[in-house]
């Protein structure tokens, strides 16, 4: 509609008619081009998947299964389940996500398609992202109200969690196709950082591998104070697992080399660099 609209305005004015001559002819073009793209426009909103019920929207998006995957009023023991759920949900389709990332960025490096797989971890680096900006959303919760939302969750705990399950998963077989292709290259992860302008698509990777591994430690440490704020820092959770042994998780690595190399560095440069310092 913007774009007839647009057109029919440049022809206006590129003919270099005068508006008061012509303008009973030109609201009669105007008004052809405004009903023809509303048929249009008409036409577009008619679904075609018609025979399935709903907007081709809701068809595709199967929101009628979707919205249905909370739990309803009538069985709440107290109404932040739905904040508690919308978050919890949400966090394993972003997880999802990543790992549907992370595992055709293996695909690719193993055919030696570097810049392509860099692409893939980009996004699986942002979905870990948003699973981390969604958590402060239960820290809206009084810590009263979330004792009540706890009842409804019987065992349930983090550590079963599918999304964290694959991607721990997923990014075993990324850390290992990482040092496939570092081998196939012949290089180590410290030559690799000496000569970066050589390596820069290898270089890229790598320090993708870092930021997933960040990404997942800022998740952990934004969890912990979560848990601290909402239950406390020295009882236990649903499972009976203590909150320090979650505390002491925070900087688990998915590869502890790639942030040894920055220590292997600093003492090569303590070695071989002059300092005035
Ligand atoms: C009010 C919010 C939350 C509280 C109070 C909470 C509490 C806890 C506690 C106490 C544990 C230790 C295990 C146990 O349950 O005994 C745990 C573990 C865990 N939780 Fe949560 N959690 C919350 C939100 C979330 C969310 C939104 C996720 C996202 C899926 C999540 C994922 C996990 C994971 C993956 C673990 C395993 C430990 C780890 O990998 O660091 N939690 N949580």
């Known amino acids: 509609m913007g774009k007839l ?39 577009l909103r008619e679904p075609k998947f018609a025979s399935e019920g709903g907007s081709d929207y809701e068809v595709y998006i199967r929101t009628d299964e979707l919205l249905v995957l909370q ?8 109404r ?3 904040l508690f759920t919308v978050v919890h949900q949400s966090s394993e389709l972003w ?46 919760m ?18 079963d ?9 997923s990014l075993k077989v990324l850390v290992t196709s990482v040092q496939q292709a570092l ?16 390596n820069e698509s290898l270089y890229s990777l790598v320090e993708l591998l870092v930021d997933l591994d960040e990404a997942l430690m800022i998740w952990r ?10 239950i406390g820092g020295t009882v236990s959770g649903t499972q009976g697992t203590p909150v320090e042994v979650v505390r002491n998780l925070r900087d688990r690595s998915i590869m502890e080399e790639l942030w040894d190399v920055r220590v292997h560095l600093t003492e090569r440069a303590n070695r071989e660099l002059a300092s005035d310092g």
């Open 5 to 43: 609209l647009w057109e029919f305005s440049l022809g206006y004015f590129g003919k270099g008619l005068e508006p008061s001559s012509d303008y009973c002819e030109i609201m009669n073009i105007g008004e052809s081009l405004v009903k023809e793209s509303s048929n249009s426009m008409n036409e």
């Open 71 to 78: 739990p309803e009023p009538a069985t709440w023991k107290h």
């Open 80 to 82: 932040d389940e739905l």
């Open 95 to 140: 997880l999802k996500l990543a790992v549907a990332e992370i595992d055709h960025a293996v695909l690719n490096i193993d055919k030696d398609l570097i810049q392509a797989a860099s692409r893939y971890l980009i996004r699986a680096r942002d979905c870990i992202h948003y699973t981390t900006t969604q958590l402060p959303m239960l820290e809206k």
């Open 142 to 159: 009084t810590p009263w109200d979330y004792q009540h939302v706890r009842t409804a969750l019987g065992h349930g705990s983090g550590f």
């Open 161 to 169: 969690s599918p999304g964290f399950r694959n991607i721990r998963e």
């Open 183 to 198: 081998g196939r290259a012949d290089l180590t992860l410290e030559k690799l950082y000496l000569d970066v302008e050589a």
């Open 221 to 230: 440490s934004v969890h912990v104070k979560v848990i601290e704020r909402t």
